[in-house]
């Protein structure tokens, strides 16, 4: 199975930018369609974007679209999320999951979240106003 861990994340201002990244180890990390969700306090975790095993394939959740970006390094076995013009509505912690199962043609299910089953612990951003 493969191991996720997240960083890059921490204290930002509204309108400024983070870049999080998500080390894998473990397996081939481009055998792995992957994303990331968010949970904010009192929330329920939510899809904020997904990516497909070559990188070739986005999805978005409309909420960051514009704003957002994912891409990998499949050499490097590290995807990541470029955080632009953030806003306070963005503070949650956020998680790295991937998946072996899907297919470029099916990041909307995995957009769902209950269907992955590998996950990182989170990292904490914060956007203040």
């Known amino acids: 199975q493969v191991q996720l861990v997240e960083s890059g994340g921490g204290l930002v201002q509204a309108g400024g930018s983070l870049r999080l990244s998500c080390a894998a180890s473990?397996?081939?990390?481009?055998?792995?369609?992957a994303g990331w969700f968010r949970q904010a306090p009192g929330k329920e975790r939510e899809f904020v974007a997904a990516i497909s095993r070559s990188g070739a394939t986005t999805y978005y959740a409309d909420s960051v679209k514009g704003r957002f970006t994912i891409s990998r390094d499949n050499a490097k076995d590290t995807m990541y999320l470029q955080m632009n013009s953030l806003k306070p509505e963005d503070t949650a912690v956020y998680y790295c999951?991937?998946?072996?199962?899907?297919?470029?043609?099916?990041?909307?299910?995995?957009?769902?979240?209950?269907?992955?089953?590998?996950w990182g612990k989170g990292t904490l951003v914060t956007v203040s106003s």
């Open positions: 999951a991937a998946d072996p199962r899907y297919s470029s043609g099916s990041l909307s299910r995995f957009a769902i979240g209950s269907g992955v089953d590998y």
């Open positions: 473990g397996r081939t990390f481009s055998s792995y369609a």
